[in-house]
Nanobody, 121 residues
Framework: QVQLVESGGGLVQPGGSLRLSCAAS????????MGWYRQAPGPQRELVAT???????TYTQSVKGRFTISRDNAKNTVYLQMNSLKSEDTAVYLC???????????????WGQGTQVTVSS
């Protein structure tokens, strides 16, 4: 069984910084892409950033230059460094990873439980 556990959310003032972490554990043969999504109140979930196993990154336009995604393959962990935070960054941030849980298993998407980020003065 695979689990993704996030940490690092909280309340921060506009202009401040937070660092989110997401560690994958359990039965893991390999991890492909990892990423962060966010969901503000409402049905829409937004892709924030992704990183491949060899370190290639993508970002949604609104966070470019402010957020940095990175990963530690030895620890099966992905990070999101968020700087110059704005009120519109307020959301639940969810970790996603494409994981093959066994040599003879297909890749699947796995999700963390989410961590709240609130940007407010």
């Amino acid at each position: 069984q695979v689990q993704l556990v996030e940490s690092g959310g909280g309340l921060v003032q506009p202009g401040g910084s937070l660092r989110l972490s997401c560690a994958a554990s359990g039965s893991i043969f390999s991890i492909n892409s990892m990423g962060w999504y966010r969901q503000a109140p409402g049905p829409q979930r937004e892709l924030v950033a992704t990183i491949t196993s060899d370190g290639r990154t993508t970002y949604t336009q609104s966070v470019k230059g402010r957020f940095t995604i990175s990963r530690d393959n030895a620890k099966n962990t992905v990070y999101l460094q968020m700087n110059s935070l704005k009120s519109e960054d307020t959301a639940v941030y969810l970790c996603n990873a494409i994981i093959r849980p066994g040599r003879d298993r297909y890749e699947s998407h796995y999700w963390g439980q989410g961590t709240q980020v609130t940007v407010s003065s």
